[in-house]
Protein backbone atom coordinates (compact mmCIF):
# COMPACT_ATOMS: atom_id res chain seq x y z
CA UNK A 1 0.00 0.00 0.00
CA UNK A 2 1.34 3.34 -0.73
CA UNK A 3 1.46 6.26 1.12
CA UNK A 4 1.68 8.66 -1.53
CA UNK A 5 -0.65 7.56 -3.91
CA UNK A 6 -3.96 6.82 -2.60
CA UNK A 7 -5.52 5.70 -5.10
CA UNK A 8 -2.62 3.77 -6.99
CA UNK A 9 -4.14 0.67 -9.47
CA UNK A 10 -0.88 -0.68 -10.87
CA UNK A 11 2.61 -1.52 -8.92
CA UNK A 12 5.63 -1.22 -11.59
CA UNK A 13 8.71 -3.22 -11.69
CA UNK A 14 12.10 -0.95 -11.63
CA UNK A 15 13.76 -1.71 -14.09
CA UNK A 16 16.96 -0.87 -11.90
CA UNK A 17 16.72 -3.44 -9.00
CA UNK A 18 14.33 -5.25 -10.24
CA UNK A 19 11.46 -4.80 -7.34
CA UNK A 20 8.16 -3.61 -7.10
CA UNK A 21 6.94 -0.02 -6.40
CA UNK A 22 3.62 1.50 -6.53
CA UNK A 23 5.57 5.09 -6.83
CA UNK A 24 8.89 6.67 -7.63
CA UNK A 25 8.95 8.17 -4.27
CA UNK A 26 8.41 4.73 -2.77
CA UNK A 27 11.47 3.52 -4.35
CA UNK A 28 13.38 6.94 -3.54
CA UNK A 29 12.91 5.61 0.56
CA UNK A 30 13.62 2.36 0.34
CA UNK A 31 16.45 1.99 -2.27
CA UNK A 32 19.94 3.98 -2.10
CA UNK A 33 20.22 4.73 -5.66
CA UNK A 34 18.34 6.37 -8.06
CA UNK A 35 15.49 5.18 -10.38
CA UNK A 36 16.15 4.15 -13.69
CA UNK A 37 14.31 5.80 -16.73
CA UNK A 38 13.20 2.72 -19.08
CA UNK A 39 10.29 3.17 -22.00
CA UNK A 40 9.67 -0.06 -21.45
CA UNK A 41 7.79 -0.52 -18.20
CA UNK A 42 6.35 -3.87 -16.35
CA UNK A 43 2.83 -3.15 -14.86
CA UNK A 44 0.62 -5.53 -12.21
CA UNK A 45 -2.58 -4.49 -11.65
CA UNK A 46 -4.04 -4.85 -8.03
CA UNK A 47 -7.68 -5.39 -9.45
CA UNK A 48 -6.57 -8.86 -11.18
CA UNK A 49 -3.12 -9.59 -9.89
CA UNK A 50 -1.72 -10.41 -13.71
CA UNK A 51 1.43 -8.56 -15.10
CA UNK A 52 2.23 -6.72 -18.46
CA UNK A 53 4.25 -4.32 -20.60
CA UNK A 54 3.72 -1.08 -22.12
CA UNK A 55 5.87 0.70 -24.38
CA UNK A 56 5.43 4.36 -23.13
CA UNK A 57 6.94 6.15 -26.30
CA UNK A 58 3.74 4.71 -28.30
CA UNK A 59 1.51 4.96 -25.26
CA UNK A 60 -2.39 5.62 -26.16
CA UNK A 61 -5.86 6.30 -24.54
CA UNK A 62 -6.23 2.40 -24.83
CA UNK A 63 -3.08 1.75 -22.96
CA UNK A 64 -4.78 3.44 -20.33
CA UNK A 65 -6.50 0.52 -18.96
CA UNK A 66 -5.50 -3.32 -17.83
CA UNK A 67 -5.48 -5.16 -20.98
CA UNK A 68 -6.76 -8.34 -18.88
CA UNK A 69 -9.46 -6.78 -16.74
CA UNK A 70 -9.97 -3.06 -18.48
CA UNK A 71 -9.31 -1.65 -14.73
CA UNK A 72 -8.81 2.39 -15.88
CA UNK A 73 -5.17 2.51 -14.02
CA UNK A 74 -4.07 6.01 -15.41
CA UNK A 75 -5.91 8.14 -12.94
CA UNK A 76 -4.82 11.60 -11.28
CA UNK A 77 -3.02 10.66 -8.41
CA UNK A 78 -5.03 11.42 -4.93
CA UNK A 79 -2.43 12.33 -2.58
CA UNK A 80 -2.90 12.45 1.61
CA UNK A 81 -3.57 15.72 2.46
CA UNK A 82 -3.77 16.92 6.48
CA UNK A 83 -6.79 17.83 7.45
CA UNK A 84 -9.06 18.79 11.11
CA UNK A 85 -11.92 16.23 11.33
CA UNK A 86 -14.44 16.26 14.55
CA UNK A 87 -15.09 12.56 15.30
CA UNK A 88 -18.35 12.57 16.89
CA UNK A 89 -21.70 10.26 16.91
CA UNK A 90 -24.14 9.58 14.54
CA UNK A 91 -26.03 12.79 14.70
CA UNK A 92 -29.63 10.69 14.32
CA UNK A 93 -28.27 9.49 17.90
CA UNK A 94 -26.63 11.89 19.62
CA UNK A 95 -27.03 15.60 18.38
CA UNK A 96 -25.45 17.92 20.54
CA UNK A 97 -22.27 18.24 17.91
CA UNK A 98 -24.81 20.90 15.56
CA UNK A 99 -25.19 23.97 16.69
CA UNK A 100 -28.21 25.62 16.08
CA UNK A 101 -28.33 28.72 14.98
CA UNK A 102 -31.60 30.25 16.08
CA UNK A 103 -30.90 29.58 19.95
CA UNK A 104 -28.99 32.41 21.14
CA UNK A 105 -26.48 31.57 23.72
CA UNK A 106 -25.82 33.09 27.32
CA UNK A 107 -23.70 36.10 27.27
CA UNK A 108 -21.02 34.98 29.48
CA UNK A 109 -19.29 37.61 31.99
CA UNK A 110 -15.66 37.64 32.32
CA UNK A 111 -12.68 39.89 33.32
CA UNK A 112 -11.74 40.38 30.20
CA UNK A 113 -15.28 42.18 28.98
CA UNK A 114 -14.24 45.61 28.86
CA UNK A 115 -18.10 46.92 29.36
CA UNK A 116 -18.26 44.85 32.61
CA UNK A 117 -14.19 46.14 34.13
CA UNK A 118 -15.31 48.83 36.22
CA UNK A 119 -17.48 46.77 38.32
CA UNK A 120 -15.02 43.68 38.59
CA UNK A 121 -11.68 45.49 39.45
CA UNK A 122 -13.10 47.92 41.93
Known amino acids: MCKHILNAQVSIRSPCCRKWFDCA ?7 KHPLMQSFDMTFVCKKCKKAFRKDTREFEDSDEYCP ?3 NHFV ?5 PKASLQVESED ?22 D ?3 A ?3 LG
Open 68 to 70: HCD
Open 25 to 31: ECHAETQ
Open 118 to 120: ADR
Open 75 to 79: LEAKT
Open 91 to 112: VRVDARMLKDDRVQAEEQRTIF
Open 114 to 116: VRD
